[in-house]
């Protein structure tokens, strides 16, 4: 399993400029801020429900997502990984963690862009792989349960399929307790 | 690179036809032959272009930072799938949407492509296209199965081949056409896919269909190949047929296409379009890409010449079948509605916003009871979701009649009146339903720097800024200024039509004290209407951060100075070049860097402009160079050609474009050695030390810029046609363009080898 993608959400009182994140997205680059080859910086706030300002990287998209009306950060892994689907499990949830708790840092956004560490969406990116269907639910949700259990605690959570069949496989995972993004940055 | 890729082939071995399957399977073992090395990089290039791959922006594995020029070091280090193009790096895929018909189930296909390969965005592009950016190469050959699975070919999508044939969006439904062109466009699209004929062209060739001759439509006049459906009255019967034109084309040498008949029997449109097509490729120009289109073999044999060549090539066909096979079909084409006809019962309380939508968006159908409807996408851009809902919403009201429109929006047709409140209302619950189509809200602009490797300003930041600060005065404005058409291109090449507009821009850049400044070359007064009937001409460049202001005083004076209904076309007209520019003059001022910083960045972007290590020499702050004086007083011979072209002095306007150029070059020359006067001495001085050198040469269009200046001093005492003329002054305008650019590399260079602390 493959091209994992993972949204944490922006806290719903929150209504922060997006146009702040491409000087900040522009210096993760110039600083090489995150793991992976970052390229460039791609503006999309003129389009409603979309990415919102995507950074480009090599190997996956960071994005400030607003689908479904909904502000987060959307990590979506490109290229392949080597390893257990619950190490790629658990790479995609720290790379977005590791995005979300920057983005708080910066200065640009000072107290107006907090991610909630409780609630986020996971969705596998190839609908051949991992369509969306019971059999993938099936597959998937013990490497969820083993992922969030770790950092939420067994019970104290939600897991939910979410979206249409022609959608890419999408849960949706809510804890019951306010919980710490940087929980997930373990990896 | 997707995990699933070697997986799709079986997947949908028994959806994809033969033809289609087979062409995919050889392209995708030249990419893995390129991957080893076994295909030469140039084949490769073309290869994938022929099937829609472009290069993107910083392909070549650099890219300025704002800091620092920064080396991106993909995986594949070595590997390229091009000149100067790596094997990693992001890339562009064009999808060709013949004359933008489309149904659900292939709007649900391009969301899942979008979605998996590319960022989630489809882009429409202004010839109906639909383009993915930032895919993989090594994706594309499963991105095209899945496609063509749906009955999508992304051959010939970009190439020296024939391009996307697009057509009126409203064909069939229209009310003003001769007859419905769709079946047409359709017959030719296929006719001339792959055919032996269109294989060996020097450039690309672009054919569009139009309806009617005084709409919009198909914009056929700027087209290599346009034909606009006329009928004549034969016998007692009335024969539809296409009045023909050719050699039309934006660039860097825009020119209107030329009557080539002005009644082409409809049974003669496919074997007369390849008989153009052959001669194109027989005669047409091969090494020099620069002048390789058709406009450029149609000026250089002349009409009447080219007419007799095509129909001597015309005469010596071998007859084929399909000339006519799709003839037969032709009567009976006809979109069906989902929904019987109804009438709009509007109560009380309409949704708000409907009412402004309805105004803009909705285009009431020849078919009494029946409207089409425009979703208008900002830049061109639609989700992956939105793209789903789209779908769900063409199935619930219309039986999935859909069209993409070169203003980069969607139409609905066939949508039963009585049902537009309940279909606003579904488009709004998906975002899709923004007023202001057809308005001067709904900009067309092309990648320019976001992801296009010729991009020299933000064709899209500047867009989408006026698109946000005309939206929040839309409604207390005049609707002779709402009616406006904005166009925004990234460069000189035209992708975003600027020439086809009432307010056009083009990317350009201009030095101020060692930093480059982003600008917007502004033309006014092309038409829209009429196929594209005329071209706006160059007044000015202004810095891009000043085009706003640019907009609003130029939309504010037509509104005090226009008399009763006179449009914008018209006025511009009138009132005269002069005074056209005398309006921007003040405008074109640059702050210095110190003054103002913000104008040294473009628009949605944070980094420098500059190409970043220009230090702060001498000329810095307030200080001009000398060369930047010259410059500009070249721009202002330039624009005198223009005014005595506009006068009817061809001999003058000729002179003085010329004169312009060889100004701009005794400038240039200036900084080498002591300027001479003598034109012979400054043409050797200059191909000393910028031709033969290279240093003159555009880092994309070689030597094309130089050569128009050599071209002119050799031709100088000839005699000129207004034609020539105006191609001169068109010419001159891009050779002081080149200066510019080569002034500032050259300042690029000496801070490079000097930095100023």
Not at chain 1, 121 to 142: C, G, K, Q
Not at chain 2, 86 to 113: C, F, H, N, S, T
């Amino acid at each position: 399993m493959q091209h994992f993608r993972v949204k944490f959400f922006v806290q719903p009182d929150l209504r922060p400029d997006l146009g702040a994140a491409i000087p900040v997205f522009h210096r993760w680059i110039q600083e090489s801020r995150l793991e992976e080859m970052l390229i460039d910086v791609a503006d999309y706030r003129h389009v409603p429900g979309g990415p919102g300002v995507l950074l480009v990287a090599h190997d996956a998209f960071y994005s400030l997502d607003q689908a479904e009306d909904r502000l987060g950060l959307l990590y979506t892994r490109r290229t392949e990984l080597e390893g257990s689907t619950q190490e790629k499990l658990r790479h995609a949830f720290a790379a977005a963690a590791r995005a979300c708790a920057e983005l708080e840092k910066e200065p640009e956004f000072a107290g107006h862009l907090v991610f909630s560490g409780a609630e986020c969406e996971f969705s596998v990116n190839d609908r051949l792989l991992a369509p969306n269907t019971e059999e993938t639910w099936n597959l998937l949700r013990p490497e969820l349960h083993a992922l969030l259990d770790s950092v939420w605690g067994a019970g104290s959570y939600r897991l939910a399929r979410a979206g249409e069949a022609r959608d890419v496989f999408r849960v949706s995972a809510q804890c019951e307790t306010p919980a710490n993004l940087n929980l997930f940055l373990a990896g | 690179m997707k995990a699933s890729n070697p997986l799709w082939k079986d997947r949908l071995q028994h959806q994809i036809p033969p033809d289609l399957g087979s062409e995919i399977d050889i392209f995708e073992h030249e990419v893995q032959l390129r991957k080893q090395g076994k295909i030469d990089e140039k084949v490769f290039a073309e290869t994938r272009l022929r099937r829609g791959a472009y290069g993107q922006r910083y392909d070549n594995g650099h890219r300025h930072d704002g800091v620092t020029e920064r080396t991106l070091t993909y995986p594949a280090t070595e590997a390229t799938k091009g000149p100067n193009t790596l094997w990693d790096a992001p890339g562009m895929q064009r999808i060709k949407i013949p004359y933008g018909g489309l149904d659900a189930v292939q709007l649900e296909r391009l969301a899942e492509v979008a979605e998996e390969y590319s960022d989630g965005i489809a882009h429409i592009t202004t010839r109906q296209d639909f383009q993915l950016h930032f895919v993989h190469i090594e994706d594309t050959p499963p991105l095209m199965r899945r496609l063509a699975a749906v009955g999508i070919t992304t051959r010939e999508a970009c190439g020296n081949s024939v391009r996307n044939v697009t057509a009126c969006p409203v064909a069939g439904v229209c009310r003003t056409q001769t007859f419905d062109v769709t079946p047409y466009a359709k017959a030719l699209t296929y006719f001339l896919l792959g055919h032996p004929d269109c294989q060996d062209f020097g450039r690309k060739f672009k054919i569009a269909f139009s309806g009617c001759r005084d709409e919009a439509c198909g914009l056929v006049r700027m087209h290599d190949l346009g034909a606009v459906a006329v009928t004549r009255e034969h016998n007692g019967t009335t024969e539809r047929g296409f009045e023909l034109y050719v050699g039309g084309g934006l660039g860097t040498v825009p020119q209107q296409a030329r009557l080539f008949s002005e009644f082409l029997p409809e049974a003669e449109l496919p074997p007369i379009a390849q008989a153009i097509a052959r001669v194109f490729a027989r005669l047409g120009e091969k090494k020099n890409r620069n002048t390789a289109r058709i406009k450029f073999l149609v000026s250089k044999l002349g009409l009447d010449e080219f007419k007799r060549l095509v129909m001597e090539e015309r005469g010596s066909l071998p007859h084929d079948d399909r000339w006519t096979a799709f003839l037969a079909d032709v009567p009976n084409y006809q979109e069906e509605p989902l929904k019987p006809p109804s009438l709009l019962q509007l109560g009380p309380e309409a949704p708000e916003g409907f009412a402004e939508w309805r105004r803009t968006n909705v285009y009431e159908q020849r078919q009494t009871g029946y409207v089409t409807i425009t979703v208008a996408l900002p830049l061109g851009d639609i989700t992956s979701t939105q793209l789903r809902q789209l779908a769900n919403i063409a199935r619930k009201y219309v039986k999935e009649t859909i069209r993409t429109t070169v203003e980069q929006n969607i139409v609905l047709r066939w949508v039963s009146e009585g049902d537009l409140v309940d279909l606003f209302n579904d488009l709004k619950a998906a975002h899709l339903a923004q007023p202001g189509a057809g308005t001067i809200l709904d900009i067309t602009a092309c990648p320019g720097t976001d992801t296009c490797k010729l991009g020299i300003s933000s064709s899209r930041g500047l867009a989408a800024e006026l698109r946000e600060r005309l939206a929040a005065t839309a409604y207390e404005m005049d609707e002779a200024v709402r009616g406006l058409h904005i166009k925004v291109s990234g460069c000189f090449n035209s992708c975003g039509q600027h020439h086809a507009c009432d307010l056009g821009f083009y990317g350009v850049s201009r030095n101020k004290g060692g930093y480059t400044v982003p600008h917007f070359q502004v033309l006014l007064g092309g038409q829209w209407q009429n196929n594209a009937g005329s071209y706006g001409l160059a007044i000015g460049a202004v810095p891009s951060k000043r085009i706003p202001e640019t907009v609003e005083r130029i939309t504010s004076r037509y509104l005090e100075g226009k008399s009763n209904g006179e449009s914008f076309h018209a006025w511009t007209r009138r009132i005269g070049k002069a005074a056209c520019k005398a309006m921007i003059e003040d405008l074109t001022s640059i702050p210095s860097h110190d003054e103002n910083p913000d104008f040294y960045i473009d628009w949605a972007d944070a980094r420098k402009y500059t190409i970043g290590d220009i230090g702060v020499g001498e000329c810095a702050g307030e200080v001009v160079s000398p060369i930047d004086f010259q410059l500009a007083a070249c721009e202002r011979k330039a624009f005198e050609a223009q005014l005595a072209l506009e006068k009817g002095e061809v001999e003058v306007a000729a002179r003085t474009a010329y004169e312009s150029m060889l100004e701009g070059a005794q400038a240039l020359v200036g900084l080498r050695e002591t300027a001479p006067s003598d034109p012979d001495e400054v043409v050797a001085g200059f191909r000393k030390h910028f031709f033969d050198t290279q240093l003159f040469y555009d880092p994309f269009a070689g030597p094309k810029f130089a050569q128009y200046f050599l071209k002119a001093h050799e031709r100088r005492n000839q005699t000129i046609s207004a034609d020539r003329a105006h191609q001169l002054i068109e010419e001159a305008q891009l050779f002081i363009e080149a200066s510019h650019s080569c002034h500032t590399r050259m300042s690029a260079q000496a801070a490079k080898a000097q930095p100023v602390s």
